[in-house]
C-alpha cells in the first residue's frame, strides 16, 4: 500500500466519522494534514469498537491488536494497514511521545464495559487520556517544542471536546445501553454538572489563548466548537433527548470561522 492510498482512506474514514475535526485540520499546514488524519483515524477506529461488537472479549481483542500495533510502529515494524502505515510515518516524522498512545488506549479500554462513570473527576480523567492524550500528539505534529503549558492547555481543550461531545451524544448512548453521566450525581443534575465541568476546561483553554501559537490553531479551534455545543444544550434546557441538539446549524461554522478570521478559539 503506498502513500496515496493510506492517506485517502484515512481521510475517508476521518470525513465520515469526524467532520468537526476534518475541518479543523484543513487549515494545518499541507505537509502536516496527513499525519493529523492518521491520528484522527486511529481515534475512529478505537472510539467505534463498542459499536461494532457485541461481546467484550471481542472488544478487548480488537484494542490489543491496536496496543501489540504501537508497539511495533516503535520498534520500527511497518505493517500493511492504512491507518498504521500513517501512523508510523508520524512517529517516524514527529517522534511522537509513545506514553501517550498508551494513555489513550488504557482511556478507552473503559468504552468496552458501559459502566457510567464512578464520579465527575473519573469522567474528567476519562477525557484526559482519551481526547487530552490525542490533542497532545496532533500537537507534537503541529509544533516541534511543544512546552509544558501548551500541552496542559491542548488537554483542556480535548477534555472539553470529549465532554461536550458525550453529552450530545448521551440519548445515542442510552439507546445502546452505555452511560458516561457520572453516577454519583443525582439523575437530575447530572447533565448540569458535566456541561459545567466542561465549560470550566474551556475557559482555562481560553485563558492560556495569549501564549497558544498560531500553529496549534488546528488543535484548539474544536473549543469553539465544544462552546457552541454547550450552548445549545443550554438553549434546550440541558434535554440532552432534544432533537435540536442533533441539527445542523448555521451559526456553529459562523462562530467557527470568525474565530478562523481572527486567529481565537
Not at 16 to 21: K, N, S, T, V
Not at 238 to 246: A, E, F, S, T
Request: aromatic share 8%.
Amino acid at each position: 500500500m503506498n502513500n496515496d492510498d493510506w492517506q485517502s482512506i484515512c481521510a475517508e474514514t476521518v470525513h465520515r466519522l469526524d467532520r468537526d475535526r476534518l475541518m479543523c485540520t484543513t487549515l494545518a499546514p499541507v505537509e502536516k494534514q496527513a499525519p493529523l488524519l492518521a491520528l484522527l483515524a486511529f481515534n475512529m477506529e478505537i472510539a467505534t469498537i463498542p459499536e461494532l461488537v457485541s461481546e467484550t472479549i471481542v472488544g478487548e481483542m480488537r484494542l490489543q491488536w491496536w496496543r501489540d500495533t504501537i508497539e511495533q510502529l516503535y520498534s520500527g515494524k511497518r505493517l500493511d494497514h492504512p491507518v498504521a502505515l500513517g501512523l508510523a510515518e508520524a512517529i517516524r516524522d514527529f517522534d511522537l511521545t509513545k506514553s501517550l498512545f498508551d494513555d489513550y488506549m488504557d482511556g478507552r479500554s473503559f468504552d468496552l464495559y458501559g459502566q457510567a462513570p464512578a464520579s465527575l473527576e473519573e469522567l474528567e480523567s476519562y477525557g484526559g487520556k482519551t481526547a487530552g492524550s490525542l490533542n497532545e500528539l496532533m500537537g507534537e505534529v503541529l509544533l516541534a517544542d511543544l512546552t509544558k503549558e501548551h500541552r496542559a492547555t491542548v488537554r483542556h481543550a480535548g477534555i472539553a471536546w470529549a465532554l461536550s461531545g458525550l453529552l450530545v451524544a448521551a440519548a445515542f448512548h442510552s439507546r445502546l445501553g452505555r452511560s458516561y453521566l457520572p453516577a454519583d450525581v443525582e439523575k437530575g443534575e447530572q447533565v448540569a454538572y458535566v456541561a459545567q465541568c466542561a465549560q470550566a476546561h474551556i475557559d482555562k483553554a481560553r485563558k492560556a489563548d495569549q501564549v497558544i501559537p498560531n500553529a496549534l490553531l488546528p488543535v484548539m479551534l474544536p473549543v469553539t466548537l465544544a462552546a457552541h455545543r454547550l450552548g445549545r444544550l443550554a438553549r434546550c434546557h440541558q434535554n440532552v433527548g432534544d432533537p435540536r441538539l442533533q441539527r445542523p446549524a448555521l451559526s456553529r461554522l459562523f462562530g467557527f470561522y470568525w474565530n478562523v478570521l481572527r486567529k481565537r478559539y
